[in-house]
């Protein structure tokens, strides 16, 4: 497992899983696993990924589907600059919501002992989002994170 994998020895209830852009790739390889642990220990997953716009939002159709189809599972794209329109068959089982993937964090009202927080994606969003996790009263010890930055 890495920083950002899924453990099965977690004794976590809910994930709590975050990404901005690209950092969304590793989140949609483990749904298997995911599945896995929703069907068999009952674990609920949140998924918020930080996009400027709707065309930004990679595997968008593939998390909507899969949310639609494990009740367990919620995807929470988040749009920093441009709001899908409501017919966008890619978030039709989304949450979309008009903001930034770390402020949205405090929403979830994330529960020590009980959640466990990923964190994949841009530097400043993985801070602030350890923050707002912190600040909730999730311990660093929930809290996984890995760090990239694109070079261009």
């Given at each position: 497992m890495n920083a950002v994998g899924v453990s099965q020895t977690?004794?976590?209830?809910?994930?709590?899983?975050?990404a901005t852009g690209t950092g969304v790739a590793s989140y949609r390889s483990m749904l298997p696993e995911l599945e896995s642990l929703m069907a068999e220990r009952g674990v609920e997953v949140v998924l918020l990924h930080g996009v400027r716009a709707p065309d930004d939002a990679l595997f968008a159709d593939e998390f909507s589907a899969f949310a639609a189809a494990h009740p367990g599972f919620r995807y929470l794209p988040c749009f920093s600059r441009q709001h899908p329109d409501a017919s966008d068959p890619r978030f039709a089982h989304a949450e979309p919501a008009?903001?930034?993937a770390q402020n949205l964090f405090g929403a979830l009202d994330p529960t020590a002992g009980t959640d466990?927080?990923?964190l994949c994606g841009n530097p400043n969003m993985v801070d602030a989002c350890v923050e707002a996790l912190k600040v909730h009263g999730l311990p660093m010890k929930d809290?996984?994170?890995?760090k990239y930055v694109s070079l261009k």
């Open positions: 977690s004794a976590a209830g809910r994930h709590d899983r975050g008009h903001g930034y466990i927080a990923y809290i996984r994170r890995e």
